[in-house]
């Protein structure tokens, strides 16, 4: 069964120093979502992207990120400088047009020193 | 925009049913209901999009109430599987998802 997969599965990184999470969206599927999840907390959305372009972003999603999609099958999420609070699980997901049940990928813990 | 989940917690023991809420001061224009086990990424369960809608996925079924403001998802004869933290979630129009407070569901043997 085609799944989402994203690497690593864990990042430790130093304040300060960028880091580019890597997501692999289900083939045929044409929207891609991030998520962050700090520990024992809610499911925040980050961003959605269509079309190779944003199509939402929330609050959280501020100048420090940015997205891509730069070969037609990854989809990354890169924090240009890392603050602690940004510590937290990473989700990436993805959907076909014709459905809104949203496949989630594993995760990457990211962790901030 | 967020929406609001009842209870935060509950406990049941094996074969208790339990209803989790998902309310929003808003019509909503869908709801998905997903469940995340500890440590692990969420899945999704069902998705509602007509108001007065109800749908069911084994002994795990779901209703949207008429306004689209409400909506349940009702766990019937708990297994010890169902343990884990129900979101519900909508997404609007521009593909913005909003994930639900969350409701922890713990079920002893």
């Known amino acids: 069964e085609p799944e989402v997969t994203q690497t690593p599965s864990h990042q430790v990184t130093q304040m300060g120093q960028e880091v580019i999470l890597r997501c692999v969206p289900i083939?045929?599927?044409?929207?891609f979502y991030w998520y962050r999840q700090i520990l024992g907390q809610k499911v925040e959305f980050l961003v959605s992207?269509?079309?190779?372009?944003?199509?939402?972003k929330s609050e959280i999603f501020d100048d420090q990120f940015s997205v891509e999609r730069p070969d037609g099958s990854n989809f990354t999420l890169k924090i240009r400088s890392t603050k602690l609070e940004d510590s937290a699980m990473y989700f990436c997901?993805?959907?076909?047009?014709?459905?809104?049940?949203?496949?989630f990928g594993p995760g990457t813990r990211l962790t901030v020193t | 925009q967020q929406p609001v989940q009842s209870p935060q917690a509950v406990i049941l023991r094996e074969g208790e049913d339990a209803v989790i809420n998902c309310s929003s001061s808003?019509?909503?224009?869908?709801v998905h209901w997903y469940r995340q086990k500890h440590g692990e990424a969420p899945v999704f369960l069902m998705i509602?999009?007509?108001?007065?809608e109800q749908k069911g996925h084994e002994k795990i079924s779901a209703s949207f109430n008429e306004k689209k403001q409400q909506s349940s998802l009702y766990l019937t004869a708990s297994q010890l599987s169902y343990s884990g933290t129900y979101f519900c979630?909508?997404?609007?129009?521009?593909?913005?998802?909003?994930f639900g407070t969350g409701t922890s569901l713990t079920v002893i043997p």
């Open positions: 808003k019509a909503l224009y869908s």
């Open positions: 509602l999009l007509k108001g007065g």
């Open positions: 083939s045929n599927h044409l929207y």
């Open positions: 979630g909508t997404e609007n129009t521009g593909n913005q998802f909003y």
């Open positions: 997901a993805s959907r076909t047009g014709a459905s809104y049940e949203q496949y």
């Open positions: 992207f269509y079309n190779n372009e944003i199509s939402e």
